[in-house]
């Protein structure tokens, strides 16, 4: 009997001209001869200078990149996932990912792309942001159950391959927290409005996808973003914003089930929502709250979402987390005036 020997695997490798950098990535578990998929894990795509500041995009990177591991996820409570809620499965027959949890690292995305992509491929680009607070307590977008690999097997199956970006992103009181004082301190430090932490970590995604993506396979203006439930919520913010009128970063959505609430609050609602949570922990001050324990903010997370900032708030009964646009508010006023019952 001949014993077979395997010949290795080689770990396949981006070389990124415009980051001056090389991305070790892995072969996917789920690849096949017929459809191979590679895919790059826990791609650092901002920084975060402190709690309670806006995200910096990240454009240096070392010589060579690591990405074969996920990266941290923002801290979180733990929830029930799907497959203990739908399946009625055990922590023991799930696969244990162990995820780091880290307040300042957590901003990374992973990209799964078919084996054989080049920046000529010019693939369309899906992209699905995953949260405790998006998708119905999926845990992250580096959760196992979310990961992109199988979609892009499947597109690749079906004769129509897609580049598939998963990414992260701050959650509850770290992601959305809100007030007039926030708001005076994020100005003095040069901030852009105040609160929508999370929703800014987003649309920071968006912009390294639609700069970066190119020698992934990608194609910079053929985004699809994609979610469902309160991850749907925020694509509709995205939409609607300001930011996505004068420089538009993806191209498509795909709304699911989105789960918008009827009126979001304004800063002060939210300072007054804030106060109580800071009267809790006994702080008086923003630089106080900073320095309270991360584990301690978590406990309060599920209840902090998008903040009104202000611009939008001559829509009666309609209320959006980011500067609304003008063709937002045009489109609101033809349609009251088309029909009272409308």
Request: proline fraction near 7%.
């Amino acid at each position: 009997m001949i014993a077979k020997v395997l010949e290795p695997v080689q770990e396949p490798v981006v070389l990124h001209e415009e980051l001056k950098t090389t991305f070790t990535g892995i072969v996917h578990s789920i690849s096949t001869p017929e459809a191979p998929v590679h895919q790059y894990r826990g791609i650092q795509y901002a920084t975060i200078p402190a709690r309670f500041r806006q995200s910096k995009l990240c454009t240096s990177y070392p010589p060579q990149t690591d990405a074969t591991r996920y990266g941290p996820i923002c801290p979180q409570p733990r929830f029930k996932g799907f497959e203990e809620e739908m399946f009625g499965l055990t922590e023991e027959c799930i696969p244990d990912q162990a995820l780091k949890q880290s307040e300042f690292d957590c901003l990374n995305l992973n990209i799964a792309c078919p084996a054989d992509v080049t920046p000529e491929s010019r693939l369309p680009v899906m992209m699905d942001p995953r949260s405790i607070l998006s998708g119905g307590n999926s845990g992250s977008g580096s959760n196992w159950i979310f990961d992109g690999g199988a979609l892009v097997q499947k597109s690749m199956q079906m004769g129509k391959p897609v580049v598939m970006v998963s990414f992260n992103y701050r959650l509850g009181l770290l992601g959305f927290a809100a007030s007039p004082a926030l708001r005076d301190d994020n100005k003095a430090a040069g901030d852009e409005g105040v609160g929508n932490y999370g929703l800014r970590d987003q649309r920071k995604a968006l912009e390294w996808v639609y700069l970066f993506i190119s020698e992934f396979g990608g194609n910079p203006s053929n985004i699809t973003l994609f979610g469902e439930s309160t991850g749907a919520a925020d694509i509709l913010c995205h939409l609607h914003s300001s930011a996505n009128e004068l420089h538009p970063l993806f191209q498509r959505a795909i709304i699911q089930s989105a789960a918008m609430d009827v009126e979001v609050p304004n800063v002060h609602q939210a300072g007054w929502q804030l106060s109580k949570i800071m009267s809790a922990f006994r702080v008086h001050t923003v630089q106080d709250l900073r320095h309270v324990d991360v584990d301690k903010l978590v406990t309060v997370s599920p209840s902090f979402r998008a903040t009104d900032e202000g611009s939008s708030s001559a829509i009666h009964g309609l209320v959006l987390s980011f500067p609304t646009s003008r063709l937002t508010i045009l489109l609101i006023t033809a349609q009251r005036s088309i029909s009272p019952s409308i």
